[in-house]
């Protein structure tokens, strides 16, 4: 991508206020990879870090104008390379836009796309209400970036993924118009389903500059259980076996390899002998709590568990949720990274961990798997040596390999973290000839220039 005319920069730079409009390449390149790291990322020639959502659509006018490809941004906390930078290109960053409003009657959080999601979680807190949508990247993944790939998390299993929650946005359109979708209306279906068009879209039909999201009550008080499994497939088998009646409110799944990174990383008590660990949680109301708790303890010991413990101290409970949740940074300290984030049905979940690990033995690769197991979304962690050329290749080779497998199993490239650039090689294969074209036409509607994060998805 050519460079864009310095003339162009500087009426950019002169239509908005100071500190908004960067093009020093010090400060520019922290901008150009999220937390994929992807190789192929650009350096982009400017970067607008927006205050609000006129200066987005200043910014989107000026790239239209002069046909220049505008990267979305939030937190940079993605996992598939879908804010990767462009050469040349805009990097627009919503990480300044983080107002919240909470509006207790109608229990809705009014939210500028850049505030993260723990941010939200805390505010609605504050009000005796709750945000359930749950990455375990919450403290740090913006709502923009939540929205722009569907995120989900670990309270999923029972309490659905972001689009469950999104009420209404404003969107800037490729040409700058600012459009205002939903509200804060639980029902309405008032003309096409625009608002959920945009939703999982990753950037590349519009930028969400706010968003009305939808609470509910607190959670209620939740019991834990943990179970040790000789291997990954017996855990799985006991997913199947609990998905069969029940809904907890959380099923994760961790295997023997990412159990013992957590370990090395921050030691929590964890058994590194266990092939496999399921945390389970249930915040089902009084006596049903126990009941549900027990009911997963059955399947667990029917499945082969070779230890179980429940408590309902609240502590005791996060201690294992936080031991998931810093599984990624952990493995990350082992190696270099591709993340996958493949699911299939929930019935073939022993399956697609069998292919995975058909797969790790296949290419000589270490493939550590945490799941969102109650939904049959796996992220299977590919680990290699970014040093050594013959590891990365086998790792490239055994990341696409994971891809197909799940497809074979009629699965998913992707459950949560998007498309981005570094899974849309596979994405053909899983939708195939029709629903690609009709996506590219949806693309091509509404932004005929394609200049919305281009080479990301499609």
């Known amino acids: 991508m050519d460079q864009p005319d310095p003339a162009a920069l500087a009426d950019l730079a002169a239509s908005l206020p100071d500190g908004v409009v960067v093009t020093d390449p010090d400060l520019t390149q922290k901008y150009r990879l999220d937390r994929s790291q992807d190789d192929a990322a650009g350096t982009p020639a400017v970067v607008v870090r927006a205050e609000d959502a006129a200066q987005v659509q200043a910014a989107v006018r000026w790239a239209a104008r002069h046909a220049v490809p505008v990267v979305p941004r939030g937190a940079g906390s993605g996992l598939s390379g879908g804010s990767s930078a462009v050469d040349g290109g805009l990097v627009l960053s919503l990480e300044r836009m983080r107002a919240i409003e909470i509006d207790t009657e109608s229990q809705v959080a009014v939210v500028e796309a850049g505030a993260f999601n723990a941010e939200v ?23 923009g970036g939540n929205i722009a790939t569907n995120a989900g998390g670990l309270c999923c299993v029972k309490y659905g993924v972001t689009t469950d929650y999104v009420l209404g946005l404003d969107v800037v359109l490729a040409d700058g118009t600012l459009v205002t979708l939903g509200g804060k209306r639980i029902k309405d279906v008032a003309g096409l389903p625009l608002l959920k068009l945009f939703v999982g879209s990753e950037g590349t039909l519009g930028i969400v500059t706010r968003a009305v999201l939808r609470l509910v009550p607190a959670q209620a008080p939740r019991a834990t259980m943990v179970a040790t499994f000789p291997n990954v497939d017996a855990a799985a088998r006991a997913v199947v076996a609990v998905r069969r009646t029940l809904r907890p409110s959380m099923l994760e799944l961790m295997d023997r390899a990412s159990i013992n990174a957590v370990e090395d990383y921050r030691p929590m008590g964890l058994d590194r002998t266990a092939g496999a660990l399921l945390l389970a949680q249930s915040d089902a109301p009084g006596v049903s709590c126990g009941a549900e708790v027990e009911l997963m303890r059955a399947a667990c010991e029917a499945a082969g568990a070779t230890e179980l413990f429940v408590t309902d101290d609240p502590d005791e409970g996060e201690m294992f949720v936080e031991a998931r949740r810093i599984a990624i940074p952990a493995i990350e300290t082992t190696g270099a990274l591709m993340l996958e984030d493949v699911g299939a049905p929930v019935p073939l979940l022993p399956d697609l961990l069998a292919a995975i690990e058909e797969v790790a033995a296949a290419y000589d690769v270490r493939i550590p798997v945490i799941a969102h197991a109650g939904d049959g979304n796996t992220h299977p962690i590919v680990v290699y040596d970014a040093g050594d050329a013959d590891s990365e290749k086998r790792a490239r080779e055994a990341f696409r390999e994971v891809m197909q497998r799940a497809i074979d199993l009629g699965g998913t490239i992707t459950g949560e973290h998007g498309v981005g650039r570094t899974k849309k090689e596979l994405l053909p294969t899983q939708l195939g000839p029709d629903v690609m074209a009709l996506s590219r036409r949806v693309k091509d509607a509404l932004d005929p220039q394609g200049i919305l994060n281009p080479g990301a998805v499609l």
């Open 121 to 143: 979680k805390q505010a609605a807190a504050e009000h005796g209400l709750w945000y359930p949508p749950d990455p375990s990247s919450y403290e740090i993944c913006s709502i």
